[in-house]
């Protein structure tokens, strides 16, 4: 069944505020990696973190990956309309586990 | 930059048909991937191959078959189609081989397939 967990699935903010999807693992994940799908389109891949505690910033994105390697979130400060898109993460045990998504509108 | 080409956008078949569903890469990428994407439940994984001839399952197999006789080609098999494989198909490649599983994947632009 599935492994990754990623709440919420929906996800409504008025542009400029903040945005943050979880992502939580029954399993210890070597990785995690994150992408982007735009709506219409294919999953683009944005980061992967690989060790325990790691943060990485891309811009106005914020990628954290859990001490026990376990979860996983992403943060959108001051979103924008160019941020709408379905965001996924996707963990690696004996396989990738992509999460179930969390669809970001942003009402202008 | 990485293509990944499927062979279809749109595809619409009858239950029962055995259905073929193409991707190509042009990155001489070693991990090759076939998922499927439904509402509520994310991108699942069917299908994964290594190297050329090598395959493994993934997470629903059920129904499906591949085959990977070139390293550029992966082809997802439904064997006798149903109506609740009608989904969305994508298809991603990756450098690394089983070794290193860790590398970004690529995707293609994704088939939709209708089962009637």
């Known amino acids: 069944g599935q492994q990754v967990m990623q709440i919420p699935q929906y996800q409504h903010v008025q542009e400029g505020e903040d945005f943050t999807t979880y992502c939580n693992s029954s399993?210890?994940?070597?990785?995690i990696q994150w992408y982007k799908q735009r709506p219409g389109g294919h999953p683009v891949f944005l980061i992967q973190?690989?060790?325990?505690?790691e943060v990485k910033k891309q811009k106005r994105l914020t990628f954290q990956f859990g001490e026990a390697k376990k979860n996983s979130s992403l943060h959108i400060t001051a979103t924008q309309t160019t941020d709408v898109g379905t965001y996924f993460c996707?963990?690696?045990?004996?396989?990738?586990?992509f999460g179930t998504g969390t669809s970001l509108t942003v009402i202008p | 930059d990485v293509k990944v080409t499927q062979s279809s956008r749109y595809l619409v078949k009858r239950t029962g048909e055995k259905v073929f569903l193409e991707c190509v890469q042009d990155?001489?990428?070693?991990?090759m991937f076939w998922y499927r994407q439904d509402p509520g439940l994310g991108l699942r994984l069917i299908y994964f191959?290594?190297?050329?001839?090598?395959?493994e399952k993934g997470d629903i197999p059920e129904g499906y078959s591949v085959s990977r006789e070139k390293k550029e080609r992966f082809s997802l098999i439904l064997e006798s189609a149903s109506t609740n494989q009608t989904s969305m198909y994508l298809c991603?490649?990756?450098?690394?081989?089983?070794?290193?599983?860790?590398?970004?994947?690529?995707f293609g632009d994704g088939t939709r397939l209708s089962i009637l």
């Open positions: 991603a490649s990756s450098l690394g081989g089983l070794k290193d599983s860790n590398q970004p994947q690529h």
């Open positions: 399993t210890t994940l070597s990785n």
């Open positions: 973190l690989v060790k325990s505690g």
């Open positions: 996707a963990g690696l045990s004996n396989q990738f586990y």
């Open positions: 990155m001489d990428h070693e991990n």
């Open positions: 191959s290594y190297d050329v001839k090598m395959k």
